[in-house]
């Protein structure tokens, strides 16, 4: 009953001798009550023989400490867990009646009778309800694969099945396609949409230098591709801050895709939007990836960047390459190759004085000159010039520990060896400004990079740095960060490794451009004229979609910029005429961190200040854009060779929406195989249950009671 079996009652001492004993003690509770003064009925008497016996055997039970136990069978049902595509892109109008198809999906799976979880996925994973997957509204402006599969790793329960209903359109987060290999579980993914491509023109990308400069003359350049639609002609504009800078007529090009330039001269500094917008042509689907938005900031000057290093190396000579191909910085660099020879013939003082950024590489040395190493830290540490530190072979730890209080990190254990490391970027990091590159998956192109060499010692990241990269051996990830960024004090980029050279010469695609643009981005976060403020304010990045969250996160600093917590920090986020105030949370160290959602679209600014005890500590301003360009909207096409992939990889299969009947024969073969009984064995101490005392004590008193009415001696 109940799959309940095997109940045991055990005792300390043996039941044979518990036996004797119940039956020597109701023996003596019938001696002493056989003959009573005055004499009691047969009735009377017997009761108080029956309150003294369970008095004693309850005494007898608390010495024998009786242990009651059973065992029980219960079965484990695993979950078959169905993920929904809620994006906006399956409001797509292409003829392939997506919502409906949808919902005919989910419904036949609601009305079946394994074990399903659902739960829609966009920007967020959500779980629904049966009794609501009706109203699912399709109205997510992102589509984030990966978020699937983080969630996967943190489940508890046993996951038979995963089913995922989308479209395939991928657009935040990474590839998780190493991901679902790696769970153990097949994913079984159904297409929603057309496979067919439309005649479409889409503006792919913009690019501008990495480094620009009011009154200079650069260029932007745009690339068009278009499908079906070659030899037609259309306008392309350049925007700057929605202001009209150049309109042409282009001729869509036989190829499918072309590089379109702009001449332009930002005429003052600061940040600037700019739009590139190609006009419709008559046989085209639709013009929603017809603009592009990109955010740039115009500087004053030049940036005077100071290499610095303790030997000659080849990092030295390849990240000295990558600075030298932007013309607009001026390179310079001090190259120790003895206590008291440099390899350049320069002042080295009057570069110290006017460098902007400073590239430590290997510095400072065993034999660096303590003169040397006390005028870099000063310009750090005094005038808040920002650096890039590489910890290299000729790096000497203890004079490195001068720099300590800049560096974002620390070292606790250090060896005398160096180890193989490879790159791990963690998923939230996919759209760091530091790591991004034109590759297709900005994370699988880092994790694929060649193994570079780091000390054999503990590195700590500081509370108030974050971790952008961290190690791994082989496919086993360490403790250990490779790159770490802090804005506190002296901006800083620290990259605990030697031999990154290898990084631009053996990339996975020989055509990446991932190791210039990891230092040119590098620079470019460096050099961001922030250092001054006490209070800092941004958002995480420029450019969302109606309903993503905008993450903010801010600084605040006192006068002699030591972190301020528990400051009200309030900002106010205007779009138009319309505007809204949020205040941030304090968390530690100075920083603070808020929310903002809307559905609204177009330009927002925002500003924001800290104050605390009536002290106000400054404030900070920016934008963003929100929606402008819709990317939920801008592909058009059913990603079948990805949903193809996740399926493939995991061990699924691939479904179109009029034949994935097969799906729930396999689900109910792989619950069958996966469903277990479980044994749980339960014991339970009689000897200490309060309420064996509460009845021991009841019938002593009850006795008593009796006795004392009776009138007995």
């Not at 620390?410 to 991004?436: C, D, M, T, W």
């Amino acid at each position: 009953m109940f799959g309940i079996y095997d109940i045991q009652i055990n005792y300390a001492y043996s039941g044979y001798l518990l036996i004797l004993a119940i039956v020597l003690l109701i023996g003596i509770s019938y001696f002493i009550h056989r003959v009573t003064v005055p004499p009691l009925s047969a009735f009377k008497r017997s009761a108080l023989i029956f309150l003294r016996s369970i008095s004693l055997i309850l005494l007898l039970f608390l010495i024998f400490e009786p242990v009651l136990s059973f065992s029980k069978k219960i079965e484990i049902i695993p979950k078959n867990l169905v993920f929904i595509d809620n994006s906006r892109s399956i409001r797509i109008d292409d003829g392939s009646e997506r919502q409906t198809k949808i919902k005919n999906i989910v419904n036949d799976f609601s009305s079946y009778s394994a074990n399903f979880n659902f739960q829609t996925f966009g920007s967020e994973i959500n779980p629904v309800s049966e009794d609501s997957l009706d109203k699912i509204n399709f109205d997510e402006g992102l589509s984030n694969f990966s978020n699937i599969f983080n969630q996967l790793n943190n489940e508890e329960q046993i996951i038979t099945s995963v089913t995922v209903i989308s479209d395939g359109g991928i657009n935040d987060g990474s590839n998780p396609v190493f991901q679902a290999e790696k769970i153990g579980v097949p994913v079984f993914t159904i297409g929603i949409g057309d496979t067919s491509t439309r005649n479409d023109a889409e503006v792919k990308s913009i690019f501008t230098n990495n480094f620009i400069y009011s009154e200079t003359p650069t260029q932007v350049l745009t690339t068009i591709t278009n499908y079906k639609l070659n030899g037609r002609s259309t306008s392309l504009s350049l925007f700057e801050n929605d202001r009209l800078l150049e309109q042409k007529v282009i001729t869509l090009s036989e190829e499918g895709v072309q590089t379109e330039k702009f001449d332009y001269i930002p005429h003052s500094a600061g940040e600037k939007k700019l739009t590139i917008l190609l006009g419709k042509t008559a046989a085209e689907f639709s013009d929603a990836n017809n603009k592009k938005i990109s955010f740039i900031n115009v500087l004053n000057d030049k940036v005077k960047v100071l290499l610095v290093a303790g030997s000659p190396s080849a990092d030295l000579s390849f990240i000295k390459t990558s600075l030298l191909s932007d013309k607009n910085l001026s390179v310079n660099s001090i190259t120790q190759i003895s206590s008291d020879k440099f390899l350049e013939d320069q002042n080295k003082s009057k570069l110290i004085d006017s460098a902007d950024v400073f590239f430590l590489i290997g510095f400072p040395a065993k034999n660096t000159p303590s003169a040397l190493i006390d005028d870099i830290y000063s310009k750090i540490k005094n005038d808040r010039k920002p650096f890039c530190f590489l910890l290299s072979e000729s790096t000497d730890l203890n004079k490195l520990k001068l720099f300590e209080p800049v560096l974002p990190f620390s070292i606790r254990r250090i060896g005398n060896e160096h180890i193989e490391v490879q790159p791990n970027v963690p998923a939230k990091e996919s759209r760091n400004n530091l790591i991004k590159n034109d590759a297709n998956d900005v994370i699988e192109e880092w994790n694929n990079l060649p193994p570079v060499f780091q000390l054999n010692a503990e590195f700590i990241a500081k509370p108030e740095s974050e971790v952008i990269i961290n190690s791994r051996i082989n496919s086993l990830p360490i403790s250990n960060p490779l790159v770490i960024s802090s804005n506190l004090g002296s901006r800083t980029v620290a990259v605990l490794a030697k031999d990154i050279w290898k990084w631009k010469l053996q990339a996975s695609d020989k055509t990446s451009d991932l190791f210039d643009r990891f230092i040119l981005n590098s620079l470019r976060w460096l050099n961001t004229d922030e250092k001054q403020n006490k209070v800092l304010i941004k958002t995480n990045k420029k450019i969302y979609s109606p309903g993503e969250d905008i993450d903010f996160t801010a600084q605040v600093y006192d006068e002699s910029f030591n972190a301020v917590n528990d400051a009200s920090v309030n900002v106010k986020i205007t779009n138009g005429e319309k505007s809204s105030e949020i205040t941030l949370t304090s968390l530690k160290n100075g920083l603070y961190e808020g929310k903002f959602r809307t559905n609204d679209t177009g330009d927002f600014s925002f500003k924001g200040g800290a104050k605390k005890d009536n002290i106000i500590y400054g404030s900070d301003e920016g934008s963003f854009n929100v929606g402008e360009v819709d990317i939920e909207l801008s592909a058009f096409q059913m990603n079948k060779e990805f949903l193809s992939s996740l399926s493939l990889q995991s061990g699924g299969r691939f479904y179109m929406p009029d034949n994935y009947s097969e799906v729930f024969k396999l689900i109910n073969e792989l619950t069958i195989q996966s469903s277990k009984e479980k044994e749980i064995k339960k014991e339970f101490a009689l000897w200490s249950n309060e309420w064996l005392l509460v009845i021991l004590i009841f019938s002593f008193a009850v006795e008593w009671l009796l006795r004392k009415l009776w009138g007995l001696l």
